[in-house]
């Protein structure tokens, strides 16, 4: 039961090759074989690259299995239509394009495969990416918040300078006028006399000035530090909402960058496995000599050509026998006086209808 299932894995006739040997009916099983678990293979890998494109294991599946089934398609006719030649020339020149599409289907089905094994490699690589990208994110989303910020701290920064400046003056003014009163500085005498009085005015006035500066100021900056929050939290949602997408920076294309960032001697050990499981079959055909079943395969050929050539050629000279016929015939009965005279009849019904019908028209239009 396996053994028939891999001869019609191999797309051989079945009715031919149960006639033959069982070597040759192994050799043909063998070669469906390699059919069948290269399809395996394939379905495996397809599943794997859609899972990281859809994240749904059944529609994975799904669509692995049809192209499974389109991979099987393909190198059961590529097998099938390999026939043996009595030139070795003739079969490395019918082989060749058929070579070439085994390479493009070992490439398809080997690179899945290769991001599978080397997943944990792929992932240390595409992690350090997403931090540089995280990094390079987050610094473009700061370059759109910082020069705002920058500003309303400078801001900031100016209005406690007007606070602390006062601050100096209204002290400078209070040690004035308590050095005033002790006698060791201005009029030099102890005592609170008009000068000191004056001295005093003038600090209290600037100590208003100063709570008033502080009042308003601290209100201003309490205004900015409110706008500075409001504007580090939006940085921070900007960055929240992009980081999903850094995150989920996995899926196939990033996979296969990421695998070209790997060392390529081993992806290149595995696509040559995969060429070499996808082209044995071809040059299985290639090197073996003509066995029994390319021999009765080839006698049926010629069987069906030979007769279908014939057929043609029969076809063909009944036309021309009938024509050459035709020609003698018309040519005998051309002289004839019956037919010049039935001839002669006809043309001139036929010129009398002529000239009534023109009469008609030239009459309609007078």
């Known amino acids: 039961m396996l053994k028939q299932f891999f001869i019609l894995c191999s797309g051989a006739d079945t009715d031919i090759l149960n006639d033959c040997s069982i070597g040759e009916q192994n050799k043909y099983a063998g070669i469906g074989a390699t059919v069948f678990f290269t399809a395996l293979m394939a379905t495996i890998a397809s599943s794997y690259a859609l899972y990281t494109v859809f994240d749904n294991l059944y529609t994975s599946i799904f669509f692995g299995l049809i192209w499974g089934l389109l991979i099987f398609n393909l190198d059961r006719f590529i097998v099938s239509t390999i026939r043996k030649r009595d030139s070795i020339l003739d079969e490395i020149l019918q082989a060749t394009p058929r070579i070439f599409l085994a390479i493009i289907i070992a490439v398809v089905i080997s690179k899945p495969l290769e991001l599978k094994i080397f997943e944990k490699e792929i992932n240390q690589v595409l992690l350090e990416q997403k931090n540089d990208l995280t990094l390079a994110n987050q ?8 020069p705002k910020i920058a500003e309303l701290e400078s801001q900031i920064l100016s209005l406690q300078s007007q606070i602390d400046k006062k601050e100096t003056e209204v002290n400078a003014l209070y040690n ?3 050095t005033e009163a002790e006698g060791t500085s201005g009029t030099m005498k102890l005592g609170k006399g008009p000068v000191y009085k004056e001295k005093r005015e003038k600090h209290d006035a600037a100590l208003a000035e100063l709570q008033q500066l502080k009042t ?6 309490s205004t900015l530090e409110n706008e500075i929050l409001t504007l580090q939290g939006n940085y921070k949602t900007n960055v929240a909402n992009s980081q999903p997408i850094i995150d ?8 296969v960058n990421a695998l070209n960032k790997l060392p390529s001697l081993p992806s290149f050990f595995i696509f040559l496995l995969f060429l070499a499981i996808e ?6 055909k290639l090197l073996s000599p003509k066995g029994e079943f390319d021999f009765k395969l080839e006698d049926q050929e010629t069987k069906i050509k030979a007769w279908t050539q014939q057929q043609v050629a029969e076809r ?3 036309v021309k026998t009938d024509n050459d016929i035709n020609n003698r015939i018309y040519t005998e009965i051309a002289d004839e006086d019956q037919v010049i005279n039935y001839k002669r009849d006809k043309a001139r019904i036929l010129m009398q209808h002529q000239a009534d019908a023109f009469l008609n028209k030239q009459k309609g239009v007078l």
């Open 139 to 146: 610094t473009q989303i700061a370059e759109q918040f910082n």
């Open 176 to 178: 004035t006028y308590i």
């Open 216 to 221: 308003d100021n601290k209100a201003k900056i």
């Open 248 to 255: 989920n920076f996995d899926g196939l294309m990033a996979r």
């Open 279 to 284: 082209t044995s079959p071809i040059i299985a």
């Open 316 to 318: 063909k000279l009944l």
